[in-house]
């Protein structure tokens, strides 16, 4: 494929996320939506008429496109997925790249014998202030690292998914971030696996994430703890505070002693943008140039491997018994 072509895309899986990823592609100058597919057609039939496009059936829908997000229910990404490369179709996944590990090492290696792009949907490595994080931390010496990603319930029965479902977010984050997967993990739960906190390490860094579905506000921040300074992270308002030179000192006023504690507090500036909307551009690039994809298959299968490593820690044992942190 040529730098100069349209890309045509098609979305399969015309669900929430689905939805968002048809608006985007219909706002690309250079993608070309040619088709939405899902088995609710009643469902696809709406996407498709709000974003100028058509309801096309799978099969169909493969022969007609370059480039395919799949955002169907994590149990049909192995199949689904398969079906798209093997149609000679590069692809962008929805996180967890699949409902197994083996699963997502079997696609990985489809898509590289096929020769095609495989991109895994974790969104906020294209949230500018990460961006803006992954930067600064290369001259840092990190000692820890804080994730919060919670929120109140939502309108359906996931017991025990908010591991999978939110904190794979900042795992992959993290891990993207140290170049490392966790040399040990523990994890602890409460409310029916709808709070869950794991700690773990990464050599000498530890990294203690939460995620809830039960808090009745909604947060999304990470800190990052070095010796040089304090960095927080705010993916919402895509904002980050690096907290400098913190220094103790005690003053006299009117005869009273008082203790204060004075900091640096730097805020850089940051070009905000959607996330969602950066990360379909990327994956475009890469289809466009043949290059390998910001987010790859083998990242996917890491944070799938240490979710579910967190998920065996928190005694679900439904998943694949044979994963361990590396």
């Known amino acids: 494929m040529t730098d100069q072509s349209t890309v045509r895309a098609g979305v399969v899986g015309a669900g929430s996320m689905g939805q968002n990823h048809a608006r985007v592609y219909s706002e690309l100058r250079t ?32 022969e007609r496109v370059d480039v395919v997000t799949v955002a169907v229910p994590t149990h049909a990404h192995a199949e689904v997925v398969s079906r798209c490369l093997e149609a000679g179709v590069d692809v962008l996944v929805e996180k967890p790249i699949a409902g197994s590990v083996a699963e997502g090492r079997a696609l990985a290696e489809q898509a590289r014998n096929a020769g095609r792009v495989l991109q895994v ?72 696996g709808r709070y869950a906190t794991a700690t773990m ?10 995620a809830s579905r039960v808090t009745q506000k909604k947060v999304r921040k990470l800190t990052v703890t070095a010796r040089e300074c ?9 904002s980050v505070l690096i907290h400098r030179d913190s220094y103790p000192e005690y003053l006299t006023d009117d005869g009273q002693n008082r203790y204060r504690h004075e900091s640096v507090v730097e805020r850089p500036r940051i070009a905000t943008s959607e996330p969602l909307r950066c990360e379909l551009e990327s994956f475009v ?17 890491a944070a799938l491997e240490t979710v579910q490593a967190i998920d065996s820690r928190l005694g679900n044992r439904r998943r694949e018994p044979e994963v361990n942190a590396r």
Not at 179 to 189: E, K, L, Q, V
Not at 201 to 210: F, H, N, R, S
């Open 201 to 210: 390490e990464y050599g000498d860094i530890v990294a203690t994430l939460t």
């Open 31 to 62: 993608v070309d939506l040619v088709g939405v597919a899902d088995r609710d057609r009643e469902v696809a039939r709406r996407v498709a008429a709000e974003h100028g496009t058509d309801v096309v059936a799978l099969e169909a829908l493969l």
């Open 121 to 192: 949907g974790h969104i906020e490595r294209f949230n500018p202030a990460v961006g803006m994080l992954e930067d600064l931390i290369e001259d840092l010496d990190v000692i820890g690292i804080e994730a919060e990603r919670l929120g109140p319930p939502i309108n359906r029965d996931a017991p025990g998914d908010v591991v999978f479902d939110l904190m794979i977010h900042d795992v992959d984050v993290v891990g993207a971030l140290l170049g490392r997967t966790p040399t040990s993990i523990s994890a602890i739960g409460a409310a029916d």
């Open 285 to 301: 690039e890469a289809v466009r140039t043949g290059s390998e994809p910001e987010v790859t298959a083998e990242d996917g299968i």
């Open 230 to 238: 304090l960095v927080e992270v705010d993916y919402l308002e895509q």
